[in-house]
């Protein structure tokens, strides 16, 4: 019987680890868009309610920046799990002492500031986008 691996067992592993994460990540994307309708679905009820109810500045404090930042964690967080998790699988054999991504403080608190950051610029959008069509809806009355 004729051996088809290559001579190279290491690499091919590598390359083997590495399609498995872009697998992984593809997986973690098609999760990721349906997370992120819900949340704009979610905020819009609660807008377009307090618009009923309350008027334009309850309508625009609806918007919640502590929520963007939930999910914006638990997207990047899963996402860099994945990438980290390999990573160290890579580097197990030169590192035995190696740290866990959960173990690591200071990458989750980089990747909580970063979902904060993203989700501030998220909610001030969708504030000026509200303003903007209330703005041309009184206008065309």
Do not use: C
Request: aromatic share 4%; glycine share 2%.
């Amino acid at each position: 019987m004729v051996d088809t691996r290559p001579a190279n067992r290491v690499l091919q592993q590598r390359s083997d680890r590495w399609r498995a994460v872009d697998n992984e990540l593809t997986r973690l994307s098609e999760t990721t868009t349906p997370q992120i309708r819900r949340q704009f679905r979610r905020e819009a009820r609660r807008v377009a309610q307090a618009l009923r109810t309350g008027g334009l500045t309850e309508a625009l404090e609806a918007i919640s920046v502590e929520e963007w930042t939930v999910v914006l964690t638990r997207i990047w967080t899963a996402n860099a799990e994945i990438y980290f998790d390999r990573t160290l699988e890579e580097l197990a054999p030169f590192d035995p002492a190696r740290i866990a991504l959960g173990q690591s403080v200071r990458t989750l608190e980089l990747i909580r500031r970063h979902a904060e950051e993203n989700a501030e610029a998220i909610v001030a959008n969708t504030r000026r986008r509200i303003e903007a069509t209330v703005e041309r809806v009184l206008n065309d009355d």
